[in-house]
């Protein structure tokens, strides 16, 4: 049990590994998460993460939902780091077409793709990341 616990801690606070709401990630850790992002993530949320195309309502079936972009068109910048792994890692409940990654990649993973993602923000919406947004834009 001690060695679990002292492997968690050491994941936990290792350099890259995961930054803070707000902050870059190290350039490793992008280049990482953009190879997991081309083979788990490009085919729904396109290529840089520009999103699909809305579709009219009347021709989408119940449940669907277009994949948002995650550039910083959109609100995912709105949400926090940990916030973003949730979703990564467990899906969304509304709809079936953004599934849950666990037990396909792993936290560490889910981190690397989170650091991609970041890396497709400027300085400014990165700065707003997370609560931020509420009171700096």
């Known amino acids: ?3 679990f616990c002292i492997a968690i801690i050491s994941l936990l606070v290792s350099t890259g590994l995961l930054a803070a709401t707000g902050e870059r990630s190290d350039p490793e850790s992008v280049l990482a998460g953009k190879k997991l992002y081309v083979q788990y993530c ?13 579709i009219p309502a009347f021709l989408a079936q119940p449940g669907y939902l277009t ?3 995650l550039n910083e068109t959109s609100h995912a910048w709105h949400h926090t780091d940990e916030q973003i792994i949730h ?3 467990n899906g969304l ?9 666990q037990g396909v990649i792993n936290e560490q993973q ?7 993602l970041k890396s497709l923000w400027s300085d400014r919406i990165l700065g707003c990341q997370g609560p931020k947004h509420m009171s700096c834009m």
């Open 93 to 101: 409940k509304r709809t079936k077409r953004m599934p849950a990654w």
């Open 42 to 54: 490009q085919a729904c949320h396109q290529k840089d993460g520009v999103g699909e195309k809305p």
């Open 1 to 3: 049990m001690l060695k």
């Open 67 to 69: 994949a948002m972009p």
């Open 87 to 89: 979703t990564i890692m």
């Open 110 to 116: 889910a981190g690397q793709l989170l650091a991609y």
